[in-house]
């Protein structure tokens, strides 16, 4: 009996698992393949810079006396070479919340999605499915993209100076878990370190300079001599060099 029962369940169990398959196979292999192609050409990243705005400034707020353009930090997922054939599905971090976005959605193939919170490290999720009417809802690949947080601590002073400095960068994708006096501490201490370095620099130059004045007021004849003789000889080339020419003519 316990045989008979087991087998029924196999064979129910093979019956589903055909169904399911030739419910999922709705297209050929080679549509799979020219589908897989379109979402594997898909490039996601992010661009975080800052940028200028079309909004005009109080020229009262401002030292230019001509005013001047606000500008803005800004963070943007960028999707390049989407098709017609696909669309695609984005999830903004660990929340179910989700947006699609199909070809009309975009410029030409290109995507930009604004990231509304500059405060936070997103991780964002993009689902690229197939838009075929045979393959219609296939998933077809999975991006992440980590976006960066705005570090307030590149406002800094000290971040004029120190600009490859990890607390000096405008965007961020690692959390700063020091604390802020810490970090201005380290800056302070790297300041210096620059402020040295540059002072000695100075130094080196001016003692090189130093020394090359020392050695012609020590050797003022001698370098008189070498000069005259490069002028005597700079002259003479010159002379030759113009008997040659004239002689050429004639």
Do not use: W
């Not at 369940?9 to 019956?15: E, G």
């Not at 050929?28 to 810079?49: F, G, T």
């Not at 090359?212 to 008189?224: E, G, Y």
């Amino acid at each position: 009996m316990k045989k008979v029962i087991s087998g029924c369940l196999t064979f129910t169990f093979l019956i589903c698992m055909i169904q399911n398959v030739n419910a999922a196979s709705t297209c050929d292999y080679s549509e799979q393949v020219e589908l897989q192609r379109i979402a594997s050409n898909i490039k996601a990243s992010y661009e975080a810079n800052i940028r200028q705005t079309d909004e005009f400034a109080d020229i009262d707020s401002i030292n230019d006396p001509n005013g001047a353009y606000i500008v803005e930090k800004y963070v943007d997922v960028v999707l390049l070479n989407l098709t017609s054939e696909v669309y695609v599905t984005v999830q903004v971090g660990k929340s179910n919340e989700t947006k699609t976005y199909y070809y009309n959605d975009t410029e030409s193939g290109t995507l930009r999605i604004n990231k509304e919170d500059l405060s936070e490290i997103v991780e964002y999720k993009i689902f690229v499915y197939s838009n075929s009417d045979r393959c219609k809802g296939d998933l077809l690949r999975t991006i992440t993209v980590l976006t960066p947080k705005y570090n307030e601590y590149s406002e800094y002073g000290f971040c004029d100076t120190l600009t490859n400095l990890f607390y000096c960068q405008q965007f961020i994708t690692t959390e700063i878990n020091t604390s802020a006096a810490e970090i201005e501490k380290e800056m302070l201490r790297q300041y210096q370190s620059v402020q040295k370095q540059e002072e000695e620099k100075r130094n080196e130059e001016a003692t090189f300079f130093g020394k090359m004045i020392q050695f012609i007021k020590d050797h003022v004849v001698l370098v008189s001599i070498v000069i005259i003789i490069f002028i005597i000889v700079g002259v003479t080339t010159a002379v030759i060099a113009i008997k040659k020419r004239r002689s050429r003519v004639l």
